[in-house]
């Protein structure tokens, strides 16, 4: 698990405690486990290519094996999610820096190709028919999941052919995580001026300080962020959105949807999507 490691000291008093979380520092080296994302990425690359001895064969297979691609591909899940949520959060500590946007971009090209390998068996899955699907799923070896293959099986309509499916996971590395990225970039560069600050704070942190149970300090707060947003953003001439209006309407859900940035196929497995 991720921890947090922080030198300021709790207080139960509302009004004076630290609400942005200002000295709060990730300690993101505990998802490598003393490997390299190179690693990471190398043991889902080997996990993958055993996946893949499956293709043709979901629907007929005992339960033993069934078991087994299970736990790879529960494995392939976690290695890929260690390996984009470290460079992912790397790079939300310093979206600047050059090194870490590639790593993430590196990683998450990786990861696709990746995906993309095994999505042939969530596929075959939901196309097996009702008495093997309940007969499988009626056994508690398969418990640990029981939830994802359900799911499968109910969004199975939903579901596009292998083709189309790896079509919209490629595209997602230059499509949705892209202008999450920017996002990022753009709103980790905006600084917010607060009068009794003799530095400017970051974007997040100003926001932070709108849950003040002191309305004075809510009401600096708006200004400030308000203020800060006010400029807009540089994207060029051809740009007639007001990026105020996108950070206003979208700073919330960006932070609350999960794998944002991380809901790229670096760290979930794109044939779960349903589409109606």
């Known amino acids: 698990m991720m921890s947090t490691e922080t030198d300021s000291t709790d207080t139960l008093d509302p009004a004076t405690r630290d609400l942005t979380a200002a000295d709060v ?40 094996d069934f078991v087994t691609l299970q736990q790879q591909q529960a494995e392939l899940g976690s290695l890929l999610s260690r390996a984009g949520h470290y460079v992912m959060l790397a790079f939300s500590e310093n979206t600047a820096d050059p090194a870490r946007g590639a790593a ?24 097996v028919s009702d008495e093997y699907a309940d007969a499988m799923l009626a056994n508690d070896e398969l418990a640990f999941a029981r939830h994802h293959l359900e799911t499968l099986r109910a969004n199975r309509e939903h579901l596009l052919s292998e083709a189309e499916e790896t079509i919209l996971a490629e595209k997602s590395v230059t499509g949705q995580s892209a202008w999450v990225r920017l996002f990022d970039e753009l709103t980790s560069a905006i600084e917010v001026r607060l009068p009794d600050q003799e530095q400017p704070v970051g974007l997040e942190q100003g926001l932070s300080m709108l849950s003040s149970p002191d309305r004075s300090v809510r009401s600096t707060a708006a200004a400030a962020v308000s203020m800060a947003l006010e400029p807009g953003c540089a994207l060029g001439p051809t740009s007639t959105t007001p990026f105020s209006l996108i950070a206003r309407s979208t700073i919330g859900s960006a932070r609350s949807t999960p794998g944002s940035p991380l809901a790229t196929s670096a760290t979930r497995r794109p044939t779960n999507r349903s589409r109606r």
């Open 104 to 127: 993430l971009q590196r990683v998450q090209e990786q990861s696709t190709a990746i995906a993309t390998k095994t999505m042939f068996a969530d596929l075959e899955w939901a196309a």
């Open 25 to 64: 520092a990730w300690n993101i080296e505990t998802l490598l486990d003393d490997d390299s994302v190179d690693d990471i990425i190398a043991r889902a690359d080997a996990v993958a290519d055993e996946i893949t001895e499956y293709r043709g064969r979901v629907g007929e297979l005992e339960l033993a």
